[in-house]
């Protein structure tokens, strides 16, 4: 074999080993991906949040309003998870407060009110939409800078479970009838 046609040769093997291992890591990725997914949709959404590291102040808050019965059955259901971080940065006390037990009432409207009774993917939201929640007063779509529900920026989304939708956000959004003015 002559040095050019060498050098051809071994390019061209080393081409297609690059694009065998490319479409092996692709292939890989999507069908680990798409059993991310799967897995995703076997669980309800209680499961799904309980098994987020990220959201386990929403699943003690769940719990402790007793809801998680409610979350798990049928639906659908649109939930607008805030993260924990979201959590932290409501003013200091107001977590502890809505957990106690007097609190109870409370808590469950701050919760319901990031639930949707349907299942609202991303690409049914439109500018300046609004829905009603399970806590019966409605949120707001904003989707000139990213998508915000009521101010708070989903982070993630679309996220499926066998009852409906999570959409993460990263702030916990308070109904307006317990919104203060200053």
Do not use: W
Request: aromatic share 6%; glycine share 6%.
């Amino acid at each position: 074999m002559n040095p050019a046609s060498f050098i051809v040769h071994s390019s061209f093997t080393i081409t297609n080993l690059i694009m065998k291992k490319s479409m092996f890591f692709t292939l890989s990725l999507v069908f680990g991906l798409f059993l991310a997914n799967v897995n995703a949709q076997d669980k309800n959404i209680v499961e799904l949040a309980v098994g987020t590291e990220s959201l386990s102040t929403l699943v003690t808050a769940v719990k402790a309003a007793g809801l998680v019965e409610t979350l798990s059955s049928e639906g659908p259901f649109t939930v607008f998870a805030p993260t924990n971080d979201a959590f932290a940065a409501l003013p200091e006390g107001v977590l502890a407060d809505l957990l106690k037990p007097e609190n109870k009432q409370a808590l469950i409207s701050v919760l319901t009110y990031h639930v949707i009774p349907a299942k609202v993917m991303s690409t049914d939201l439109s500018d300046g939409q609004s829905a009603a929640t399970v806590q019966g007063e409605s949120i707001r779509v904003d989707l000139s800078n990213g998508v915000k529900i009521s101010g708070a920026t989903v982070t993630a989304a679309d996220i499926k479970a066998s009852n409906g939708v999570v959409h993460v956000v990263n702030e916990v959004i308070l109904p307006p009838s317990m919104q203060t003015t200053n």
